[in-house]
């Protein structure tokens, strides 16, 4: 065999196949931290990194690392405010299409708590998955201009299993975000999730 189809023989067998992606991939409820492993991922898509920080009764932080389950999970960064400035869930995504690009470390931005213009309902509500009334108003926040009602049914990233019904400020990712693929706080039943902008026009 000659030496120049040789080198193409072999080199053929170093490359990764054309449209694979290899990821780092890992998942970790408790902690800004994970033991890594190499994954390969789906033609078309990208590598994921994903921090989440959930705030009740102490602060959680989760990552998860892997391929992204599609274009809407890339780049989203959702703040969630229950109260004038209490954050109460906090995530940041980041995707990339390199060959094992997501190796950057956790990382929740500073959020924006510049007045935004926008008012919405506000109040909390524990061991209930009822809409709870609310009596008081909250001032949004940054880029946090649309209404949110949530009640359900959750498992914490300590394992405790919580009900509440809560209201509240979001942004347009936040009306959008899917709970199951949530990392830290793992969704048992959802019962209200409802989402408007500031002319109560339905965001869902």
Do not use: W
């Amino acid at each position: 065999m000659k030496p120049a189809v040789i080198s193409v023989f072999l080199l053929s067998f170093l490359l990764p196949i054309a449209g694979a992606l290899k990821c780092y991939k890992c998942n970790e409820r408790t902690s800004e931290t994970c033991d890594v492993e190499e994954v390969d991922c789906p033609e078309g898509d990208q590598c994921l990194t994903r921090s989440e920080q959930y705030i009740m009764n102490g602060t959680y932080r989760s990552i998860r690392k892997g391929c992204a389950r599609g274009a809407g999970e890339c780049d989203e960064r959702l703040p969630f405010t229950k109260g004038e400035n209490e954050l109460f869930l906090i995530i940041n995504t980041k995707c990339c299409g390199e060959y094992l690009c997501n190796n950057e470390s956790y990382e929740i931005p500073e959020v924006d708590v510049e007045p935004n213009g926008v008012v919405c309902p506000n109040c909390f509500a524990f061991n209930t998955t009822e809409e709870c009334e609310s009596e008081e108003e909250i001032e949004c926040q940054g880029d946090r201009d649309k209404c949110i009602s949530y009640a359900g049914e959750l498992e914490k990233p300590d394992g405790e299993l919580i009900r509440y019904s809560v209201k509240g400020c979001t942004n347009t990712a936040g009306c959008k975000v899917d709970v199951s693929a949530m990392v830290g706080v793992r969704e048992v039943k959802e019962h209200i999730f409802e989402c408007t902008d500031k002319s109560g026009k339905d965001e869902k």
